[in-house]
């Protein structure tokens, strides 16, 4: 079995080696630049962990369908940054920034073409399967950039339409890229399910954990401009959350905070945050991440797999959210 | 053998009857919008012809690869009208005219995504093949859009380059509809060829073609509005040719021709029209594009095919050209 820092390694190389052969410069260019931007990897990491619980063989017909996840989400930074007038992303300016949209538009379209390409790679046997899970997650996730986007201009949404919201703009395509490893190495369906639950249970935890760092995170671990949901009167859990908790005055302050156009950024940022604390909101979200993570791992538990094959996901998960047990 | 009659009459009603189970209602409604503006269906149209020449059986092997290839190029033409700024698709409002810049790169990015998922229903055996020639193709296509996009801010391209670009843009995913469609009715290799190189030099004759409605068409039946290409600036064979034909005062003329701004836009668009009209050059594109038709009428003849089954893709050129031989 492959350890995490193998598998780490492994897609770091491949990653760097990739070429998708794109002939027009910028698009060339454009699309390194994204890559070699680093990030988690999260979903190669577990396609490949996934699969490893099966089999010891990693050969190109895993690699290009885990590369072809990381290639995917990739797309999706693209066209969401477009569409959130984001500055920057892992710290840099975002491609349309430093490009122009046209050529943003152009690459991210590329990408999620190669990425079904690259699917190609899978066993023969397995690949309408693995075609089917990539593409319907694919358009999950592009249908929950669409709610992410409504929700933008709705006053307010509840909890259960946040819930739905994340399951398909993020924890759909981690999960499938733990499915897709456990499928492509022949693994029973019983045993394909639990890893997606598993992945889709920590999928959530961490769409949390990134509205946590939105408002209280370090910008430059973060990479991104602190604030910008809040700023979009992004639907986040802490917005979510806070509009269920606040009342009286702290709801007149959140639709006040809520109103402030950008010229009036400082505030609007540091009177969310103030009001997420004074509303018990951050702590709530602590221990709802880490609810969604003990679940995830219960998943692991049920599958019917033994404990020392499911080690390397257990540890991978408390690796991401810093966790001890 | 089906006739071309029956398989247009198959298209519609498989195009009508299709749902991508889309969610977000803005995003089903566009999706919708799009397809029922109807268009010729060149590419279904190519790949079931093609695949009719050498099998009977008509299900959903074909009829869903064959219907994926509209979709990828129904995505192309609503990324293309935001980045072309254009207004009208098929005498209609644009998408993101009529909704907005956001829901046409969801729609359009969901559309890509569920042309490569529908790939999944051609038989299992040739699932890899077909899946590494289509999205080979749709690479291509994004690249030669990004080529115009960068020729239209080049002072001059030569005919190579314009030939390379529509080649990239609009001839390979015609000839890819041809050759797959082949394919999946399980045809030999010389065959697949020679239908690829069929339906590559229609593309391109149909390319010259649309150059030339965009000039001298009917606005009502062009369904874009005219001129939209002279205003761009965009290197159309018209505007190549001209380039290399204009000397003296008609090289000035032209010069101060795409000088002009979108305040001038009428002036600029009666100004080219009487210039490759004077220069010979929209005589010229008529030749050229007799040409290229005939062209690909002998790929066919030395295909090694017989006349009698290739007699449903030269009477579907006929046709499409409006020619009498």
Request: one cysteine or more.
């Amino acid at each position: 079995m492959y350890t995490l820092q193998e598998i780490g390694e492994l897609i770091e190389k491949n990653v760097a080696m990739l070429d998708l052969g794109l002939v027009p410069e910028e698009m060339h260019e454009s699309v390194k630049y994204m890559l070699s931007m680093g990030g988690k990897r999260i979903r190669p990491t577990l396609c490949l962990a996934s699969y490893s619980m099966f089999s010891d063989n990693i050969d190109e017909q895993i690699i290009m369908p885990a590369l072809a996840l990381e290639i995917f989400h990739t797309f999706t930074l693209i066209h969401d940054d477009i569409m959130d007038k984001a500055d920057l992303r892992r710290g840099k300016p975002t491609l349309y920034r430093k490009w122009n949209t046209n050529i943003a538009i152009l690459s991210g379209d590329v990408m999620s073409i190669k990425a079904c390409g690259m699917l190609s790679q899978a066993p023969a046997d397995k690949l309408a399967q693995v075609l089917n899970l990539f593409t319907d997650t694919a358009t999950k996730v592009c249908e929950g950039q669409q709610f992410d986007m409504n929700y933008e201009s709705a006053y307010a949404i509840n909890m259960e339409e946040y819930m739905k919201m994340i399951g398909l703009k993020t924890a759909v395509l981690i999960a499938c890229a733990a499915k897709m490893g456990a499928i492509i190495a022949g693994a029973g369906e019983k045993a394909c399910d639990a890893l997606y639950d598993f992945a889709y249970d920590m999928g959530v935890a961490f769409q949390i954990q990134d509205d946590y760092f939105d408002s209280f995170g370090n910008g430059n671990i973060f990479g991104k401009k602190i604030g910008g949901d809040i700023l979009n009167n992004k639907k986040t859990w802490f917005l979510v959350e806070s509009m269920i908790r606040a009342g009286g005055k702290d709801k007149e302050k959140l639709h006040y905070l809520l109103s402030l156009n950008e010229e009036k950024s400082e505030e609007k940022i540091t009177g969310m945050q103030d009001l997420y604390i004074k509303l018990g909101v951050k702590d709530a979200a602590n221990a709802r991440i880490l609810d969604y993570y003990k679940k995830a791992l219960l998943h692991l538990n049920d599958s019917g797999l033994e404990s020392s094959r499911t080690a390397l996901l257990s540890d991978y998960a408390k690796k991401l959210f810093r966790r001890n047990s």
